[in-house]
């Protein structure tokens, strides 16, 4: 596996490795606290999975963690689920995300972009004076700790505001997307009853206005237990009868309080895509979010104040809680609101470009949209001070890394990361001190004791196996929403290897201590007893200038066969006649094996995807089987359903 590739695409230099703030820690850790001096990364990897409590322990002390009520000890009960973090501490998330205040008070805490690409700031002293305002209205309407407030809003600065004033209070926030309908909103929303609900009138995408203000109707009669709903005036329309004014809740200058709350209290609720039944609501903490949150945008992606911090999300996906967490090491973020490709393909590299950002993210779907387009960043951006480039949504093919290598920079931070929403985080990824090899992440996070494993629970080193943690991490899930029991937490991910966290993925972690990511394991293609990732076949495929996207499902069949479809979206004015066809197979023989080649490939008028932007592997295949639309899948959580009427329709004709 490894012998492929005999030289790193990229290798940090002595200076780099120097002045990165993971080389630093480890020095610091090393004098107080008895991690190891040599042996760089792996090294304190190791110790850092052997020695959780320490390493949790020196987190906390590096970044000045504020516990206002301290904690008996680091780890109370390990087991999981149910690990017990810092029993005893109070402390509060957003005063932590506010500090830089006191320092910068006149620098960006937040740049603001909408597709006109023009930067508006926002100071820390600004930040802090609005939260502190909407923080004193919400308690005056009565938010008390642990009440919910939901927003549904784009990614501007009155979202970060609004969930920092929530978790100010000790309320939780959660988010949905004005891209949702009142479906999907509804789904996700109705589980957490919030009391508050901030809104819009409607957001601007693809050079166009989009009203929402009936879906906000919909929203407050369908959700009782609002007690205030919040106007923010996108497109310049009147508050609705009974709303707040945005405005007026945010005009005071006060000092924010900030409601000290036990290190497990909740401080968000995030929602699995749910593509089949109601997502999951997944609740994280204060405490667990700070300290994961300072460990990978401090250590891993080291960021700090001075750096600009742009990752193209919506408040729909948890990369944009991520992003808001950039404001806990003093680093400025960037809100871009807006189509990923407006006016052209090459837009988020303009917004890069114009907020002068250090660390840009965007999907591995995008940087292969920008290589079939034709774009060339370096040529057409000043992208000097991007030092890295970090990706994540699905693996980055390795034509990827070559493509951003080639055409942004050949010194350039390539950190393609992979996580879940379920810890809101990354198992694997960024190392700013580490090698970066083509079609691999750099390493397993610190803390992370990230391994692949064969069926019974055995470890396997350059082989494919299951994604599991085998040690909690802060940012797990407190709880599931509405799951008294936990039975639903615990068949998610502790199902199959009782007391470890098995993700859904399928990994391999190489003698070199990289990870190379191959797709989700829930919707496997096992071809003659061997197991594929679906993101293997992907690459391959869509690397053919005619396909536009594709869609591989493996079936079991009830006679003991096996049908392996291949579904392609084309380009336009392409036509899949044999000698594309012949060129599919070729391609997936050549580039990864015989047992590959797809029984059938079929033409599709598109490959449907979660409100996210993931491909729906499963409910596809269910559908395949014969399972009706309805139980196959959650209608409001996919981005076209009339694609899936295709799948339906061939299942039909096909029985």
């Not at 509405?482 to 993925?505: A, E």
């Not at 995807?609 to 399972?627: A, C, D, F, N, S």
């Not at 209608?635 to 694609?643: E, I, K, M, Q, T």
Request: net charge negative; with cysteine.
């Amino acid at each position: 596996m490894t012998s492929a590739n005999p030289t790193p695409l990229w290798q940090p230099d002595a200076d780099r490795i120097a002045r990165a703030q993971i080389t630093r820690f480890q020095a610091w850790a090393a004098e107080h606290h008895g991690a190891p001096s040599e042996g760089g990364y792996a090294a304190l990897h190791r110790w850092s999975v052997a020695e959780l409590d320490t390493f949790w322990k020196a987190v906390t002390e590096w970044f000045d963690v504020r516990f206002s009520a301290p904690y008996a000890r680091v780890l109370g009960n390990r087991s999981m689920p149910g690990a017990e973090w810092f029993p005893g501490a109070t402390l509060n998330y957003a005063e932590h995300a506010l500090r830089a205040a006191a320092t910068h008070a006149d620098e960006p805490a937040v740049l603001a972009l909408d597709e006109t690409h023009e930067p508006r700031p926002v100071s820390w002293s600004e930040l802090r004076r609005q939260v502190g305002s909407l923080a004193a209205e919400l308690r005056a309407l009565g938010v008390r700790p642990g009440d919910r407030v939901s927003g549904y809003l784009p990614n501007i600065p009155q979202a970060v505001v609004a969930l920092l004033a929530t978790a100010a209070v000790g309320g939780v926030w959660t988010s949905c997307a004005p891209d949702f309908g009142a479906r999907s909103v509804l789904d996700r929303f109705q589980q957490v009853e919030p009391v508050v609900l901030f809104t819009v009138d409607g957001y601007r995408y693809g050079g166009k206005d989009h009203d929402r203000r009936e879906t906000v109707a919909e929203l407050r009669r369908e959700l009782p237990t609002l007690r205030a709903v919040v106007h923010i005036p996108l497109l310049g329309t009147e508050a609705p009868e009974g709303a707040l004014e945005w405005s007026a809740l945010t005009s005071a200058d006060v000092e924010p309080v900030f409601e000290q709350v036990p290190f497990d209290h909740p401080l968000w609720v995030l929602y699995s895509s749910g593509t089949t039944g109601l997502p999951k609501a997944i609740v994280q903490s204060q405490g667990g979010i700070l300290v994961e949150h300072l460990k990978q945008l401090g250590l891993h992606c080291d960021l700090g104040p001075g750096d600009r911090l742009f990752w193209y999300t919506s408040t729909g996906w948890m990369m944009w809680n991520f992003l808001v967490s950039g404001l806990l090491t003093g680093t400025t973020i960037v809100l871009y609101d807006g189509s990923p490709g407006h006016p052209g393909t090459g837009a988020q590299w303009r917004v890069a470009e114009r907020t002068g950002a250090t660390l840009f993210g965007t999907s591995a779907a995008y940087v292969m949209a920008c290589r079939k387009a034709g774009v060339h960043p370096v040529r057409d951006y000043d992208l000097a001070r991007v030092q890295c480039v970090a990706t994540t949504g699905s693996p980055l093919p390795p034509d990827g890394f070559a493509w951003l290598h080639d055409e942004v920079r050949d010194d350039l931070w390539i950190a393609s990361v992979s996580g879940g929403t379920d810890v809101c985080s990354c198992f694997a990824g960024a190392v700013p001190t580490l090698p970066v090899w083509i079609g691999e992440l750099q390493a397993p996070g610190l803390g992370t004791d990230l391994q692949s494993w064969d069926p019974s629970g055995e470890p396997l080193i350059d082989e494919v196996g299951e994604l599991v943690v085998t040690n909690p991490m802060p940012s797990m899930p407190v709880r599931f929403w509405n799951d008294p029991d936990g039975s639903r937490y615990h068949d998610s991910y502790f199902d199959m290897y009782p007391g470890v966290w098995r993700h859904g993925d399928w990994i391999t972690v190489t003698s070199r201590g990289s990870v190379i990511i191959h797709g989700r394991s829930d919707s496997t293609l096992n071809r003659q007893g061997v197991r594929m990732g679906s993101a293997d076949i992907y690459e391959a495929v869509e690397r053919l200038p005619e396909i536009k996207e594709s869609l591989v499902i493996g079936i079991e069949q009830t006679d003991g066969g096996y049908w392996m479809p291949l579904f392609v979206h084309l380009a336009d004015g392409v036509v899949l006649d044999d000698t594309l066809l012949n060129r599919i197979k070729r391609t997936i023989r050549e580039e990864l094996s015989p047992r590959h080649v797809p029984d059938e490939i079929i033409e599709v008028p598109g490959v449907p995807h979660t409100l996210t932007g993931k491909r729906i592997e499963v409910p596809v295949k269910r559908l395949l089987q014969g399972t009706p639309l309805e139980k196959a899948v959650n209608p409001g959580s996919v981005d076209n359903l009339d694609l899936l009427h295709f799948y339906e329709d061939l299942a039909r004709k096909r029985a």
